[in-house]
C-alpha cells in the first residue's frame, strides 16, 4: 500500500502563487508517473500535470506556462508551483501516483480557492 498526502493548499487573491507538495510513503515501491488533478463543484476531474520517473512533463491546456511539475525522487514527492493563479483555477487539487507500474492511488485532495 502507498499513501498520498497533499499539502499547501489555500485561498489566495488572483495573480498569485501557490505551491502544492505531494508526498508517497509506504513499502517497497517504486513511483512511476505522478500527476495533478482538479475538480472543480460540478465538473469533471481534469488533468492539469503529469511528470514520468524520467522528467518529461505534461500539462493541460489551460495552465500552460503557469503551472509547473517537478518531483524529488529521493524524498518521494512531486510539487505543483502555480503562479498567475485565476478564480477559475479554484478547485479541490488531487496527486495521483502510477506505482510499480499497475497500481494507481489517489491523495485525498487539497483545496484551492482564488478569488477575484
Known amino acids: 500500500q502507498v499513501q498520498l498526502v497533499e499539502s499547501g493548499g489555500g485561498s489566495v487573491q488572483a495573480g498569485g502563487s501557490l505551491r502544492l507538495t505531494c508526498a508517497a510513503s509506504?513499502?517497497?515501491?517504486?513511483?512511476?508517473?505522478m500527476s495533478w488533478y482538479r475538480q472543480a463543484p460540478g465538473s469533471q476531474r481534469e488533468l492539469v500535470a503529469s511528470?514520468?520517473?524520467?522528467?518529461?512533463?505534461n500539462y493541460g491546456d489551460s495552465v500552460k506556462g503557469r503551472f509547473t511539475i517537478s518531483r524529488d525522487g529521493a524524498k518521494n514527492t512531486v510539487y505543483l508551483q502555480m503562479n498567475s493563479l485565476k478564480p477559475e483555477d479554484t478547485a479541490m487539487y488531487y496527486c495521483?501516483?502510477?506505482?510499480?507500474?499497475?497500481?494507481?492511488?489517489w491523495g485525498q485532495g487539497t483545496q484551492v480557492t482564488v478569488s477575484s
Open positions: 495521483k501516483a502510477v506505482v510499480n507500474w499497475f497500481h494507481t492511488y
Open positions: 509506504g513499502s517497497s515501491f517504486t513511483l512511476n508517473t
Open positions: 511528470i514520468t520517473n524520467t522528467g518529461s512533463t
